[in-house]
C-alpha cells in the first residue's frame, strides 16, 4: 500500500523555523513529483512547493518564497520543507503529496484541485504564535 508520512510539526513562535518531512513508501516516490500543501483552519488546501522528480525544477508560492526551501534525498525516499523566519499566518496543516512527473515545466496554481495528485499524506500541524 502506497503511504506518504509527514512529521516535523509542532509549536513554534514567530520568526523561528521547523523542518518537515514526507517519507514515501516504494512506489510512490520515483517518477513522481512532490509538493507540500497547507490547509489554514477555515480555508481551502492550497499550493506551497514543489519539486520535480529528478530535481530539475522547484516552485514555490509567493506567499513562502524566500522562506521555505524543499529538497529530497532519493537515497530515503524523503522530501522535506525548511521553514524559516515563520509566521502566524503560515499556522495550518501541512500535506505531502505525489503527482506523477509528465514535465519539469509545472503549471502553478495556488488551488490544491488544480493537481492531479495520485497520492496525499494526511497531514501534519504547525503553529505559529505571535
Known amino acids: 500500500q502506497v503511504q506518504l508520512i509527514e512529521s516535523g510539526g509542532g509549536l513554534v513562535q514567530t520568526g523561528g523555523s521547523l523542518r518537515l518531512s514526507c517519507t514515501a513508501s516504494?512506489?510512490?516516490?520515483?517518477?513522481?513529483?512532490m509538493t507540500w500543501f497547507r490547509q489554514a483552519p477555515g480555508k481551502e488546501r492550497e499550493f506551497a512547493a514543489t519539486?520535480?522528480?529528478?530535481?530539475?525544477?522547484?516552485y514555490y508560492s509567493d506567499s513562502v518564497r524566500g522562506r521555505f526551501t524543499i529538497s529530497k534525498d532519493n537515497a530515503k525516499n524523503t522530501v522535506y520543507l525548511q521553514m524559516n523566519n515563520l509566521k502566524p499566518e503560515d499556522t495550518a496543516v501541512y500535506y505531502c503529496?505525489?503527482?506523477?512527473?509528465?514535465?519539469?515545466?509545472?503549471?502553478?496554481?495556488?488551488?490544491?484541485?488544480?493537481?492531479?495528485?495520485?497520492?496525499w499524506g494526511k497531514g501534519t500541524l504547525v503553529t505559529v504564535s505571535s
Open positions: 519539486i520535480t522528480w529528478n530535481a530539475g525544477r522547484i
Open positions: 516504494e512506489g510512490a516516490f520515483s517518477g513522481y513529483d
Open positions: 503529496a505525489a503527482k506523477v512527473h509528465y514535465s519539469d515545466y509545472v503549471s502553478i496554481s495556488p488551488r490544491a484541485d488544480d493537481y492531479d495528485i495520485a497520492y
